[in-house]
């Protein structure tokens, strides 16, 4: 399998995500930002003063058969046919007790138009919290 950071051109710009992300909807331009040090997780950096940043990781990653299916009209808004890859990244969220990530609601990046989506209505069986193990 290969990771997120490996299915982006080594050029890749700013991801754009039209409707932005919920509670941030005013920022829509993020980068990836990765480094060894932080593998297997990366950033998620907004541009712009102010902008939100989240720590990601690919959900396959996290539970080996976490189903990365998506529908139709998604493909359709990352204007991508039904053959090409995509990128699936969940957003993690650190907490006193370690991390949780959100398996529920994962980003889906189209790696050659660099458009995005957050998956609303994801399946669930896979909740908001998945807590992370060491």
Known sequence: M???TQSFPPDAGAITFADGLPGFE???HYVVMASPALE???CLQGLGDGAPSFLAIDPRLVV???PCAIRPTDRSRL???ADRPLVWLAIVSPNAEGATVNLRAPLVINPETMRGVQLLDGDDAYPLDYRLQK
Do not use: G, I, N, Q
Request: glycine share 0%.
């Open 79 to 81: 204007d991508t046919p």
């Open 2 to 4: 290969t990771t997120a």
């Open 26 to 28: 005013a920022c829509r």
């Open 40 to 42: 297997p997780f990366l």
């Open 64 to 66: 080996d058969s976490y």
